[in-house]
């Protein structure tokens, strides 16, 4: 099934236009993150959403444990991406990259958080669920996505992508707030090739849970395990 970008980017009323200043619960120092928002203009994806923050905080509390190629998924704003930058920034590390990646409509937005925050480890780019991974993104070492399971249409396409990105193990952090009864039909069908698990020893999860935004690890199943 060929689907066009209206097919992917649900129209939205425009809403919280201007700029946030994010530190994440003291995570960050002031004045924290800097973070324009379109409000919806461009799709569901240019606005700060809940998932999005948890997974920063988890992020930032976690540390990149030796990652170095980092690719987040349908990054919006680019709010985890650009968090991870700013917190690694902070504690002195810059021997890594973060592509923070979406559609083509969503690049000036990124781009223009990720020039705000002079963030030279962060780099946005397109990356488009379903098609051929852009060669940066084959080399991946840690996938992340925040509320990348909304779109029923798009489960198939940000499956291949999931798979394509996990040949080699690829760990993935994803987090996300249910919201319909489909969604279940994205896990139902990814559980078939990675081993899903709740992460639910973190400081946030009852703040979140009670939101329905839950953090989970995906692990690629090994040809012995895939039954």
């Not at 939205?12 to 700029?19: A, C, H, V, Y």
């Not at 030279?120 to 084959?138: Q, S």
């Not at 703040?207 to 690629?220: G, N």
Request: glycine share 8%; net charge negative.
């Amino acid at each position: 099934m060929d689907l066009s970008l209206e097919d992917l980017v649900p129209i939205n009323e425009t809403t919280n236009l201007g700029n946030s200043s994010l530190t994440f619960d003291g995570l960050l120092p002031e004045p924290g993150l800097q973070v324009v928002e379109d409000g919806g203009a461009a799709g569901c994806g240019g606005k700060l959403w809940p998932a999005g923050e948890l997974l920063s905080k988890y992020m930032i509390r976690r540390g990149l444990k030796g990652a170095k190629n980092i690719v987040e998924l349908g990054s919006g704003t680019g709010l985890v991406g650009l968090a991870i930058g700013l917190d690694q920034r902070r504690l002195g590390n810059d021997d890594f990259t973060v592509w923070i990646t979406d559609q083509e409509n969503m690049m000036p937005l990124m781009e223009e958080n990720v020039t705000l925050n002079q963030l030279t480890t962060v780099k946005a780019a397109v990356l488009n669920w379903g098609d051929e991974l852009p060669e940066y993104a084959k080399s991946a070492d840690l996938v992340l996505a925040a509320d990348c399971v909304y779109l029923e249409a798009a489960f198939p396409l940000l499956e291949k992508t999931l798979l394509d990105l996990t040949e080699n193990g690829t760990p993935i952090l994803l987090c996300y707030k249910k919201r319909r009864r489909a969604d279940s039909k994205f896990f139902k069908k990814i559980k078939k090739n990675f081993v899903v698990t709740e992460i639910k020893d973190h400081e946030d999860y009852e703040h979140y849970f009670r939101q329905a935004v839950y953090l989970y690890e995906f692990t690629r199943k090994t040809n012995n395990s895939n039954q």
